[in-house]
């Protein structure tokens, strides 16, 4: 036995009966109590005096050592406070204040390991996460559950919003709004409204070299870890020393609250990359819309999209109204066919004919558009994995700094080959794939490349440790309203900013012009105004912002385009100043390094009047607000374009007053005047 184990079994037994111990957030809100009463590991949480977080169970299940659980007490602790600034180096915004406080408790039992729980107390929520130091008999682990709960209260006034979890669709769903008892088994981030008001939200923060965390309701709002396994149901495996993710619960008092946390990314290690001034963050365009409504296809023939002319064509385009990137979809063999099951016929080196990589990469440097590559794996991974060294070396050698990655699959239909050869289905979520999407961003990363995941594991803020990972899908997305069943209704885009985007940024791909694609009579339309797709683009953050439409349709409504060709990917600081989940949401972002701020409201399907204080501008300046708002008759369904453009100079001590019609929304630039 090691000495330091013996230390701590000798203090046991004086510590029989139960021990509670607190820690603070720094404005003392938020309290965390932690106890080993009937000697089994637990913790709750206050906010403000009640409780918001009942008795909740802590613990992990091994399936060859002793479980950390039942039979633990605590032996030690010790606590620790934080109060720093740190900068992005691109963001919501650029400067990011870390204040928090810890507390490290240690358990331990008679004939076992011992654990260590540490939890961050910030005033806007908490993390917590499992450490096991190296100790004898832990030298190979498997971890077979883990026993967090989140004990809820308020089960029967409690709302919440959350889409189904490790579905065949993986995080590509509509948000359901139930009661708190009715959410069965639900992705992260799970959000909900407190009887009180309170506003929560369940999370996880460093997702490295685990599995992803689920939540599943055991009983009335007690809500238990339930992990993605590996294909032989183990959850995790590990060896030696490890930790565990932090788990996270986002505290606010109203909804806009959650909006302004940055708890996930405090809990994220800082950048290990070193100098990142290749990641940047800019608009793009893409040959991708066209084959989504049909016109265009993936696969080779008389409709094939990835041509070197139709890419010469993106780029005029882009350079003429300063775009930095042109993405290409389908230029690569491998595509004919069913594409979704051409995981191992996919070459990533080698372009179809008519696609000239080296004349395409010349005229990219000659406009100064970069050419945005893009990997489809289809989910076979492995087949992926042996090229993915070539092909980024490929992209590097051609002037390509950006590349997307798909993983189109079912869920738990991730073809691996094993080391013997053998074929095994893993899920998007499990412990491998955590490792195989990191691995793509580490490989990347030496080639100075930045990856934007689409089919991805959800966001746990890794882009403050590897900020060459700059957006990624893990979302219905707009392509869905071109073939999707239904199409994504107006309360969707209400509801992300509260759910999926508290976990970092979204390729939502915004800005369509042309509403109804598909003819006047389809269903699969756009149920947006044209006014709300223009607040998307502030709403919905994401450091590289696609205008997903057409070319042709953003030169025939060339006032409203303005706005795309102005507002910038890069803050200097961000705001939430109004919303309710699921019905508005109300932004406000001032440009990197710039004075012009800019505002994104957007409503779902009710129309509503919106009163904005401007308490955001900076103090003794004047703006000329450049707004762009629904029109009297203004209606998703049966009127979307009618948009008023108009402008007003104001201050910080104006209110500025929106109506937003049903789907509707507005987008303002407030440019600053000398």
């Not at 559950?145 to 669709?169: M, Q």
């Not at 088994?185 to 799970?190: D, L, M």
């Not at 001034?277 to 409709?303: D, E, F, N, R």
């Amino acid at each position: 036995m090691h000495t330091s184990t013996a230390l701590l079994l000798a203090m046991i037994a004086p510590l029989a009966c139960a021990t509670d111990l607190s820690v603070r957030s720094p404005d003392g809100a938020v309290v965390v109590t932690v106890s080993d009463d009937r000697a089994h590991p637990s913790y709750r949480v206050s906010y403000r005096g009640k409780d918001i977080i009942n008795n909740s169970r802590l613990g992990l299940v091994f399936k060859d050592q002793p479980s950390f659980g039942d039979g633990y007490q605590i032996v030690a602790s010790a606590p620790a406070a934080a109060d720093t600034e740190w900068t992005q180096p691109w963001g919501e915004r650029k400067l990011v204040h870390d204040k928090h406080n810890e507390l490290r408790v240690d358990f331990a039992a008679k004939d076992a390991g011992r654990f260590t729980v540490r939890f961050r107390v910030f005033d806007d929520g908490i993390g917590f996460r499992y450490e096991a130091p190296k100790q004898a008999g832990f030298e190979q682990t498997e971890i077979v559950d883990e026993s967090t709960e989140f004990n809820l209260p308020d089960v029967d006034a409690t709302r919440a919003w959350w889409i189904p979890a490790r579905a065949w669709r993986s995080l590509e769903y509509l948000y359901r709004s139930t009661p708190l008892r009715d959410a069965a088994h639900v992705e992260t981030p799970f959000t909900m409204r407190l009887a009180s008001g309170v506003h929560l939200s369940i999370h996880e923060a460093a997702l490295t070299d685990y599995a992803s965390m689920t939540l599943a309701q055991q009983r009335d709002g007690v809500f238990k870890a339930d992990l993605t396994p590996w294909y032989d149901g183990i959850k995790v495996k590990t060896h030696g020393e490890f930790k565990s993710p932090w788990r996270t619960v986002q505290i606010s008092p109203d909804a806009p609250g959650l909006l302004n946390s940055d708890l996930i990314l405090n809990l994220n290690e800082p950048n290990k990359l070193g100098d990142v001034s290749w990641v940047k963050p800019g608009k793009y365009i893409g040959i991708w819309w066209a084959m989504h409504l049909w016109q265009k296809t993936w696969s080779s023939g008389p409709k094939h999209g990835a041509t070197t002319e139709e890419t010469k064509r993106y780029m005029d385009f882009a350079a003429r109204y300063g775009f930095s990137g042109v993405l290409v979809e389908g230029w690569n063999v491998g595509w004919d066919g069913e594409w979704p099951d051409n995981g191992d016929l996919f070459k990533f080196t080698q372009p179809y004919p008519d696609f000239d990589m080296q004349a395409v990469a010349a005229y990219a440097k000659k406009t100064g558009v970069q050419l945005i590559g893009h990997h489809e794996t289809s989910g076979a991974v492995s087949h992926y994995a042996s090229q993915m060294g070539a092909a980024y070396d490929y992209y590097r050698d051609h002037g390509v700094t950006q590349v997307k990655t798909g993983y189109v699959a079912d869920n738990a239909k991730i073809k691996r080959i094993d080391a013997q050869g053998r074929v095994r289905y893993e899920w998007h979520d499990g412990q491998f794939m955590v490792g195989e999407y990191l691995r793509s961003v580490e490989q990347a990363a030496k080639r100075h490349i930045s990856i934007d995941t689409h089919e991805p594991v959800k966001d746990t803020g890794l882009r403050r440790t590897y900020p060459n990972w700059i957006t990624r899908e893990g979302a219905r997305g707009q392509e869905y309203n071109a073939w999707g069943f239904p199409p994504n209704p107006p309360e969707h885009t209400a509801i992300l900013p509260f759910t999926r985007m508290l976990s970092g940024p979204f390729d939502y791909t915004p800005g369509i012009f042309n509403l109804k694609p598909n003819g006047e009579q389809s269903e699969n339309r756009v149920r947006s105004t044209l006014a709300k797709e223009l607040a998307l683009y502030v709403v919905l953050y994401s450091p590289i912002q696609m205008a997903a439409d057409l070319p042709e349709n953003y030169e025939a409504r060339r006032d409203a385009f303005q706005f795309i060709v102005d507002v910038p990917t890069d803050w200097e600081q961000s705001r939430a100043i109004a919303g309710e989940v699921g019905q508005y949401v109300a932004m406000a972002r001032q440009q990197r390094g710039g004075a012009d701020w800019f505002l994104g409201a957007l409503s779902n399907e009710k129309p509503r009047s919106l009163s904005l204080k401007l308490d955001f501008l900076a103090p003794s300046k004047r703006y000329q607000a450049q707004i762009y708002r629904d029109g009297a008759r203004a209606d998703w369904d049966s009127n979307p374009y009618d948009i008023v453009i108009e402008q007003r100079e104001v201050g910080r001590d104006d209110v500025l007053p929106l109506w937003l019609a049903p789907g509707g929304g507005a987008a303002v630039r407030f440019k600053a005047l000398d």
